[in-house]
């Protein structure tokens, strides 16, 4: 009784140091989180300046505000106007990552209807292609009763990422926006591309942050790796389900 008292009180000590060290690890952790927030946040702020400089700069020239352009002029500007516009984005993905890891994310709920929400988002998204674009973005009518009650501000998000990331990797064909009930009081949304796939093993890694897979198909796409992840996570806080699957080689997403 003695020899086990004694190999009890071990344990226990040793319990008790082992929880010690996971509290100041876990304390550690949530420190480098505030901290990398804070940065991020600050930096982001300080990119934000310039890059609203050159993108208005460049916006005036392409208008001809100043005068008129050559063709090689305007294509150079153009690019300039791209390169900020992406930046931009990327500090923008960069900010959203910050804001769910620290919990500051507000999720309003409100009633809207489906056809509100996919009409909203034609008009946003439609301009992103060329008339002579070979990529046709495709919006199937939700039916009239069809309706979500969540955070519209997110959803919208969220459905503009995948729509994003499904135009950045299709050369040719269509993105098809759906929606449908999933039989358990539901909504399920479906953006399905006819653009590179999906290999099976790398249906995860699109969800991992800063992965790009399927690169070697479409190496043409640039980014931070985080068009999937963010709204991923932002699917999770609206209490609903991201997920990716295949059919002949070609990615389907939908929440």
Do not use: W, Y
């Amino acid at each position: 009784m003695l020899r086990l008292n004694s190999d009890l009180q071990d344990s226990f000590r040793a319990v008790t140091t082992l929880h010690t060290e996971l509290e100041d690890r876990a304390e550690g952790l949530r420190r480098s989180v505030d901290v990398r927030g804070r940065v991020v946040a600050n930096v982001s702020h300080e990119f934000r300046t310039p890059l609203h400089a050159i993108l208005g700069l460049s916006q005036l020239l392409l208008d001809t505000v100043d005068g008129p352009l050559t063709s090689e002029q305007r294509k150079q500007v153009s690019f300039i106007r791209g390169g900020a516009e992406q930046l931009s984005q990327m500090v923008n993905d960069l900010l959203d990552l910050s804001k769910i890891e620290a919990g500051k994310v507000l999720i309003p709920s409100e009633r809207f209807s489906a056809r509100d929400l996919f009409g909203a988002l034609r008009g946003m998204l439609a301009p992103l292609l060329s008339r002579d674009s070979a990529v046709k973005l495709v919006f199937e009518e939700p039916p009239e009763a069809l309706g979500l009650e969540t955070d519209r501000g997110k959803t919208s998000q969220v459905m503009r990422n995948l729509i994003s990331n499904a135009l950045k990797f299709t050369e040719r064909g269509e993105v098809r926006v759906s929606c449908a009930t999933d039989g358990k009081g539901g909504t399920r949304l479906i953006v399905k591309d006819t653009g590179v796939g999906l290999a099976a093993e790398d249906h995860q890694r699109v969800f991992e942050e800063f992965e790009q897979a399927g690169l070697s198909a479409g190496a043409r796409a640039a980014g931070t790796g985080l068009g999937l992840p963010i709204p991923r996570r932002l699917a999770a806080l609206l209490g609903g389900t991201l997920t990716s699957r295949a059919r002949s080689g070609k990615a389907l997403l939908s929440r």
